[in-house]
């Protein structure tokens, strides 16, 4: 694992901006897998800046999105779907045909989980997976667990989890169940930025980065990737400093 530390969410954002554009340009067809949550947000911005100003297209990208709240309609306006459409569609020329997505409502989720992963596969698999990682040590909605859940499907969200989320639904219902890729589907992307920022991520990135590989952090089978960069600000990285 390949460790670029930044000295704020700012610069962590614009880096892995330029990183995603770059493959863009180098590969047209780039499949990418899209994490959503607040910590890409402003890379998505970034993106944006380098369509309009630089002219980088999207056109051609096909998008996986990791995730998504189960019971979720697309048009719901915290679904990741809105999310992807808002920023990632809304300010480029990824075309929302091009986005494949986990059916929150499907009535067959297995059904659904199957056919998701069998569109990754005739899409040659994931080139560039982009993720965040959740207070839990969650990748996608992977929660920890007594195994590593090798193919998307749906999940039980823990409390903590839950109650992060909160903040999104102010007030309404929080989902306590979400689709997911699973570990493996992850884990297949050839390549892989974890994007990471701020001193409440700071204990579990470091579980993350040098702790023991295990199930019950799962991002830290991201160890075992040949291409995955962590991505992450000072603040994150603070814990992990202080152990070396
Ligand atoms: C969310 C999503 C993940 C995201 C992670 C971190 O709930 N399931 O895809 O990467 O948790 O979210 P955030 O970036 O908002 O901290």
């Known amino acids: 694992m390949k460790i670029i530390e930044t000295d704020n969410y700012e610069e962590m954002s614009r880096l892995a901006a330029d990183h995603v554009e ?106 560039l997976q982009i993720l965040g990682l959740g207070n839990t040590g969650h990748i996608g909605f992977n929660e920890p667990d007594a195994a590593f859940p090798r193919h998307s499907h749906c999940v039980k969200l823990k409390e903590e989890t839950v109650k992060a989320n909160a903040k999104y639904f102010s007030g309404g219902e929080v989902p ?27 204990g579990i990135l470091k579980k993350v980065l040098c702790g023991q590989v295990t199930p019950q952090v799962p991002a830290s089978i991201l160890q075992f990737h040949r291409e995955c960069t962590v991505i992450a600000d000072s603040e994150a990285l603070s814990a992990y400093h202080q152990m070396l």
């Open 22 to 127: 770059a493959e863009v340009v180098s590969c047209p067809h780039l499949v990418l897998g899209l994490a959503a949550g607040s910590t890409p947000r402003r890379m998505y911005e970034f993106l944006g800046q380098g369509y309009r100003e630089r002219g980088v297209s999207y056109r051609a990208v096909q998008g996986f999105n990791l995730d998504e709240y189960y019971g979720l309609s697309k048009e719901h306006p915290q679904s990741f779907y809105q999310y992807l459409t808002r920023y990632l569609a809304g300010g480029t020329d990824f075309q929302e045909e091009n986005l494949q997505v986990l059916d929150a409502l499907a009535p067959d989720i297995g059904k659904e989980c199957r056919e998701f992963e069998k569109k990754i596969e005739l899409a040659g698999g994931i080139d």
């Open 176 to 202: 306590r169940y979400a689709m997911t890729m699973g570990v493996g589907t992850i884990m297949q992307a050839r390549q892989i930025i974890m994007l990471v920022s701020g001193k409440e991520k700071a």
